[in-house]
């Protein structure tokens, strides 16, 4: 229970410290990359889903996320329909098409699974770039807006304009419902029987776990998540196309996943700021980011196959102990 | 009628250039169950190669091409050692991730190395051959000739020469064939250079054929892998008739159906296998 | 020692701080940001790097004369690249940069419609002047934004002259083989159709292409089939070279005609120069070996010399951007006010530095939309150069009412 307080109250602490951030930043652009990377958690939480906990590898993320935004900023560009109520279905819409799309692929395993799902990708990514009478193709949709304003304890919350706060508190609120989420899974019986298929799914098999069953849970949940960050992508930036959701953003799901912490809650909030901040100081040379990259991810698998996390958690340890913070 | 002839045999010398591609993957994947996703970027160094080869040193194509198949070997050689064998006993997932991230840092040398325009291999080769109403150009003959030489020799290779023994072995059964003293070590050092080998030949006829950019390789990587699927892991006949049929089936779905779905027809084709016969045309249950 | 070392480098280093701060406080010189925003890499590079090396080389000449002077202040320009990759999303990110981080109020480049109508559609609410060269999607100067200003005729513009003169030539079926998706295409084959159909021609085939496809080959066999009097091809260089490629391949000997705008190089690294001869391309009268006045030579001969390859056709339209800034920055006394700039730009005669020819409309370079007119020209592949073969008439004052009456 101590443990679990002292958890609880640290995330507190972060997501309060997070929110207080634009009061202290003034930089417009820098608010800006934290939104992104806000909404990244939220991607990576589901990728986090599927590849950390279940141990398969999915890269059909980005797929998803492009779901999501086109599901959302189709039914307000076209229909009218209200951002705050699209928002929510957007994420129910592609856990739909994910459990449709999991059935099959769930059956094979290891890298059959990891193939399809890299087809899936490409297949969506094709069907938004060619169907452009509905998607508008290439040149994309513009104009997608953003969610109506409202009133709540005497402040009221425009999301218009120049000032992005508002919208900041949204994806902040997202992402922290998304880890609360993963932290409830992870946490319960259903995220025991997902590690327990990744450490040995014959295993479980064969003591009568319907491991398709819980397999397809989180291959949904997280195709959800995906698809939520999708509309928060769209209605944030208010230009929606199909470049952001190739097969080049699933790869980098994976990435933000796996130098954050596989498995892990802070993993993949770790990652997602990793991801969204280091193109930006690497900018000097954008070929050097992809080499660097992919040597990152090569060092990270042979030798910290868990991630940054657990060697954080790990020093956090050794420190707490040097100082005497630690009993035994 | 000549139309649907036309097609297929436009559709023959892309076929060719996925079948070298499947090859050097299933090789890798039947003999050392690895995905290796990296081998599209692999077969794009190669292209890029055989292009500096021609351009800044003045080497006909093929002789090019040749030498740049050996530096591909090469290459298969140190990613064998340095990459992958390390993680030769972790879980399956890892060798997959160090193929993600090879992918990266190979497409990332060739972005610094080679440029982000697109390239294309010049050859002397642009006559054009009219048999009864279907026209094919040389340069397309020569491709599929190549990929048939390729394919023979690696066929040779494998049933002929020791090294070839000890490969078929170890595809066999690995724990045999170190018992029977197969060093397993070299054997996959020899896969791999093969592999490379043969990734840099399709990289090498793309840029003839049509043209090596940032983005192609991860394209026929997937490709490759969705022959494979259609073929069967780990089958060599599979990936030649899945790499054929293929390459026929995009022509004519371009042709016939829609061009802009072209490429969606190898995903589909790979999901529809995968959930009826997974174990693909030839493949072994 | 060390006591003598150590307050010799206080005593330089405050030396150095206050002769600096000195210094500065002398150069009465501003600095004047100019954003450019264009693909440097990938498919659209062809039209947006040659655009970007354009303006940087106006810049550079600038400064070396000293800067822009205007209302007693010296401005030295200080040029702020990104490639926007042809990509809508990456150039709203870019232009974000550009205005929020390097404080950026003028824009140039924009060689491609789809992230130049993403800019666009944001554009009116920033405090900056936008300034658009390649791209020719026509809904981009079609609604009335008052601080957007475009080189590059609209498509269509050029279709309808370009419809006239193939019918001209004698061809009644023609084939059309292009990126008809991307809309701008799609306006110029609208308006070729309807001139062609006027002259009693009609259109057989519409086969379309990607952006970045490379294999053309099924399209043109369809379209072979059909046994068209000539072949139209629309879409951005490389694959346009390859579509040119592919049809000598497999056999097919009509007339091909095109809307592609590339140099000789960019078309031969992908085709010899006898698969490309006796191609058309219909389009604006960009840079060419006739048609070349003395800007013109000059423009060449300094490409050429900073940059080591041939400035492509339609890198003037930026080129020309920087000349007409200048000028209307001098004219409105001053770079720190957008809008006055903006409404400098909407008065002005066509510089004497620019390098494309332009038509004014009522003696401005730009008429009501913020649209500038060149010439159309037919132009020829013979002997490996492109040849200058005709102009193709066109009606500015028409075209530009009626591109107004399209506002919504």
Known sequence: MKKFLTHLSGWVVLILVAAAMPALIKVPYFIHLIILALIWIVLAQGQ????????????????????????????????????????????????????????????????????????????????????????????????????????????????????????????????????????????????????????????????????????????????????????????????????????????????????????????????????????????IADSYRLVTYGFILVLATIFLPRGLVPVFHSLWLRLAGALGLRRG | MIEILQQGVNGLAIGSVYVLIALGLTVVFGILGIAHFAHGSVAMFGGYLTFTFGERFGLPFFAAMALAMVAGAVVGLLIERLAYRPVRDAPHINAFIIALGLTMMIEGLNLLTFGADQVVIQTPYRSVFNVGGVVIAELRLLVILTACVLVGVIALLMSRTKTGKSVRAVAQNRQAAVLMGVNVNQVSLVVFGISSSLGVAAGALIGALLAIAPGVGEGLAIKGFAVLILGGLGSIPGAIVGGLILGVSEAMAAGFISSAYKDVIAFLVMIVVLLFRPEGLLGKR | MKQFNRRV??????????????????????????????????????????????????????????????????????????????????????????????????????????PTSAVASFIDKEDAVMLVGNAAERAITAKGIPNLFRTRPPADFTGAAAGTFVAKRGARNIAVIGSLDVSFYGQYLEAFERELVKAGGKIVAKETFGLKDR??????????????????????????????????????????????????????????????????????????????????????????????????????YAYDQVYVLKNAIEAAGGAGDAKKVAAAIRKLAIPKEAVMKYLPTNGTMFDVNGQAYTTNGAFQWQK???????????????YSTFLRSLYK
């Open chain 1, 48 to 283: 986090n889903l599927i590849q950390g906990l279940v141990g398969y590898v999915s890269i059909a993320q980005a797929g998803f996320m492009g779901i999501g935004a086109y599901f959302s900023t189709l039914l307000t560009v076209n229909f009218g329909w209200s951002v705050w109520m699209t928002m929510w279905l957007a994420p129910l819409f592609t856990g739909l098409i994910s459990v449709l799309a999991g059935y099959p692929s769930l059956r094979v395993k290891g890298h059959y699974f990891a193939i399809v799902t890299l087809a899936y990708n490409m297949v969506i990514f094709t069907v938004l770039l060619t169907y452009s009478s509905l998607t508008g193709g290439e040149a994309g949709i513009s104009n997608v807006p953003r969610p109506s304003e409202f009133s709540l304890l005497g402040y009221t919350f425009n999301f218009e304009g120049r000032s992005n706060i508002s919208y900041y508190l949204l994806a902040l609120l997202m992402a922290a419902l998304s880890t609360g989420l993963c932290a409830l899974i992870l946490h319960s019986r259903v995220g025991r029987i997902l590690l327990s298929i990744r450490q040995n799914e014959n295993l479980s098999d064969a003591i009568g776990v319907s491991t398709l069953r819980y397999k397809l849970l989180a291959f949904s949940v997280s195709a959800a998540l995906a698809g939520l960050a999708g509309a928060l992508y769209a209605h944030y930036i208010g230009f929606l196309n199909p470049e952001p959701f190739g097969v080049d953003q699933s790869l980098n799901a994976i990435l933000a996943v796996i130098l954050g912490g596989s498995g892990t809650l802070a993993g993949p909030v770790v990652g997602a700021f990793a991801i969204t901040f280091l193109p930006e100081y690497l900018r």
């Open chain 3, 9 to 114: 480098v206080v005593v330089a280093v405050s030396a150095a701080m206050g002769l600096g701060m000195v210094w500065s406080a002398q150069a009465a010189d501003k600095e004047l940001v100019l954003g450019v925003n264009d693909a440097l890499t990938g498919p659209g590079a062809v039209y947006g790097l040659p655009q970007a090396n354009a303006v940087k080389m106006a810049a550079d000449d600038i400064n070396a004369k000293g800067g822009i002077k205007a209302g007693g202040d010296t401005y030295k320009i200080k040029v702020v690249d990104y490639d926007d990759k042809a990509n809508p999303t990456e150039a709203t990110n870019s232009v974000r940069k550009l205005i929020d981080r390097d404080g950026a109020k003028y824009l140039l480049g924009f060689c491609c419609s789809g």
């Open chain 3, 215 to 316: 294999d053309m080959t099924p399209q043109l066999t369809k379209v072979r089939a059909l046994n068209p009097d000539a072949l139209l091809v629309l879409g951005y260089v490389e694959p346009a070279a390859f579509v040119y490629r592919q049809a000598i391949e497999l056999g097919m000997k009509m007339p091909r005609y095109g809307f592609t705008s590339g140099s000789e190089e960019q078309f031969l690294r992908v085709a010899s120069s006898e698969q490309m001869e006796g191609v058309w391309d219909l389009r604006p009268t960009e840079l060419t070996v006739e048609a070349l006045d003395a800007n013109a030579k000059t423009y060449v001969a300094n490409y050429t010399k900073k940059y080591g390859s041939a400035p492509a056709p339609s890198s003037p």
């Open chain 3, 384 to 398: 490996g150069k492109w040849v200058y073969v005709a102009e193709l008439p066109s009606d500015t004052l028409a």
